[in-house]
């Protein structure tokens, strides 16, 4: 199994709509490829909250809409922040039935009244549990950052090198939702608190964006990456209900099945795209994907190993951070990214001898979780 | 592949919540199996609306938090008004993978203000082309009516014997929405008009509930069902894009090609659950499906052909008019009515020597299209 072909549009505060921006997607993926839409067997549209957000479902037969006379088989995905990396997820499973599927990941935020945006996006948190609670997604992800800076000493330096290292590298992303944005320790330091310990700098923007793949059984040409670990697992929906918050299981046991299926370690990746809706986030992914042991993803930040130029580059396109989230995208984006980077087409941001990819997608607070590994082909 | 196991709850204006209710089906599914929670390897959740009515998304995550430990690959699937149907599709397609899966319709829409729900149900519309011209689908399907009566001569009581019809039959189904309601066509003919032509008895009620199916590779008992077609198709999703409103093309593909797979023709169907979102929806359905020739629904009604006891039964549920219509669910429900008819567990309303049994599910104005077919195993 291929991707063949990749699409995207810039993410951000933009001006289009949302089937303007899962047009761009598309047809960006198209002009990637040597394909027509004629040779596309299936869609799947990954959202998370276009309901809430534009009062907008059915997105699979307003894609048809968008591709007149295709009348082919189009279906929603949606897991949360996870929509995307389903998504792929389950196109690679119906290249069982269809031999070219085209997977696209948008969302359109930014129109909405920001405070009503936070109550939208707490949709991914159970109604009873997180949300009569009044515990938003930053809330969650502040108790969680408390749990680990207590358990591993942890600092709020830890998480603002990661903010840097994300805006360093999207501000070598045209596409970003930050490119050309400078940002120093000084500015995350100093920026307001979101939810201690948490702050702006810490914290993932309202972003529009879409993004687009085209997946194949077969191999098409030498710019194909192959896919060689696929892997989504869900857990319980609400921080009331895990024993630990310093790690997440559904990551692990996806993360255990898809370096089973590549038949490899975690030691053999090159380059990780990981779910950096909080800094706290990356910290846990590096810990949770293996890269360093539990505690010690903070070591490794300081040291700079997953900077472009380190022994292992994460979020080479400044990540959810700073490329930005559209949620329904973000997962798509970061496979987006990841065949950038194998393809040898990433320009200024390009980690040099990469083979192996991984992208780490995950709603809420990793109630889903899929992983996907990559390969040059 | 085979329907090895089914369950459902009551429809209607319900007190449990959303997890109370897919908890309910999903339990019901696994007491009319001989399996465990633990058999299941995977899980397809069907949700139109949680997001809009309940800012409850991320269901996939809600539905592992009912099954602790489980931690399997859960996704949900939206389609709008078909995606019951799609999530089976998707499941069907999944079998390649999985051995065992479950699909979970479910739907809690009571607890809405009802000016609101209309609002939030018109996002299966097109949010500039439909929703911002008030084009609600009460209003969507009157013009729909209207194009249909004035083509072929379909009257106001064509349309109210569907009804009728169908309130028959839910009378006698224990779960309806509208069980033990007695209906006739003095109270259809004088309920108060909802958009003209069509008034309160022509639309299906704003319903909770849920229902679940076990799917399965591999034949399991002599109660199972097997599928011999599963096609979904996508079309346009505003009625300003279609050429003509009194047929769906996406339901004449799909049904195409779920005959070609079944290698059966339309006469070979013995019962059909047709999606009966308003009364001249099961009208345009039958024509669609070729159970006659475009124009002649009308006198198979006036004939009582599709009654329990006539010679193409249909919605021997009470479909979505007196069975309820909890949107996720109803097309989950339709395949529960079939398999329980194939099966010859429908008591006081079974069809007799019922062999071949059909399923019609679509979102919006057939947008979404998703047919299935099913035979006694």
């Known amino acids: ?9 810039k993410f951000g505060i933009l001006n289009e709509t949302l089937p303007e921006l899962a047009y761009k997607a598309m047809l960006s993926a198209l002009e990637d490829s040597n394909l027509s839409i004629r040779d596309i067997d299936a869609i799947y549209v990954a959202n998370f909250c276009s309901g809430p957000f534009q009062n907008q479902l059915h997105l699979n037969s307003l894609i048809s809409s968008l591709l007149p006379g295709l009348m082919i ?16 997820y389950q196109a690679l499973i ?11 990941g948008v969302e359109k935020m930014s129109n909405v009244d920001p405070t009503k945006a936070t109550m939208n996006i707490s949709a991914a948190g159970d109604k009873m549990l997180d949300q009569n609670e009044g515990l938003t997604f930053p809330a969650s992800y502040a108790l969680i950052a408390q749990q680990h800076m207590l358990k591993y000493g942890t600092t709020l330096d830890d998480l603002s090198l990661v903010s840097l290292k994300n805006h360093e590298n999207g501000n070598l992303n045209e596409f970003a939702h930050f490119y050309h ?3 120093d320790m000084e500015m995350i330091r100093n920026s307001p608190v979101i939810c201690s310990p948490l702050r702006l700098f810490d914290c993932s923007p309202i972003s529009d964006g879409a993004a687009a793949l085209i997946v194949s059984r077969e191999r098409r040409s030498d710019r194909d990456v192959k896919i060689i670990a696929s892997a989504l697992v869900t857990d ?9 918050l310093t790690s997440f299981k559904a990551v692990k046991i996806a993360t255990n099945e898809a370096y089973s299926q590549a038949k490899i370690n975690a030691q053999d990746i090159n380059i990780a795209e990981v779910h950096d809706c ?5 910290l846990i992914a ?32 400044g ?27 990433a320009g200024e941001r390009q980690v040099k001898n990469s083979e192996i990819g991984l992208t780490h997608n995950i709603g809420g607070i990793g109630g889903t979780a899929v992983i996907h590994i990559f390969r040059r082909s």
């Open 94 to 104: 119906s290249l069982t039935k269809f031999k070219t599927i085209m997977v696209i």
């Open 181 to 183: 944005k400078k940002v």
């Open 286 to 317: 590096m810990e949770d994907l293996g890269f360093c042991k539990p505690g010690e993803s903070k070591n490794y930040v300081r040291e700079g190993r997953t900077k472009l130029d380190g022994d292992i580059p994460i979020n080479t396109d």
């Open 1 to 9: 199994m291929y991707i063949t072909a990749i699409g995207r549009t």
């Open 236 to 244: 319980y929906i609400s921080p009331a209900q895990r024993r630990d």
């Open 319 to 345: 990540g959810l951070k700073a490329d930005g989230h559209p949620i329904g995208a973000s997962g798509v984006g970061q496979v987006y990214e990841v065949v950038t980077q194998l393809r040898n087409e």
């Open 278 to 282: 909080f800094t706290i986030t990356e």
């Open 73 to 88: 088989p189009i279906i929603r995905i949606e897991t949360a922040c996870a929509s995307g990396g389903s998504a792929l």
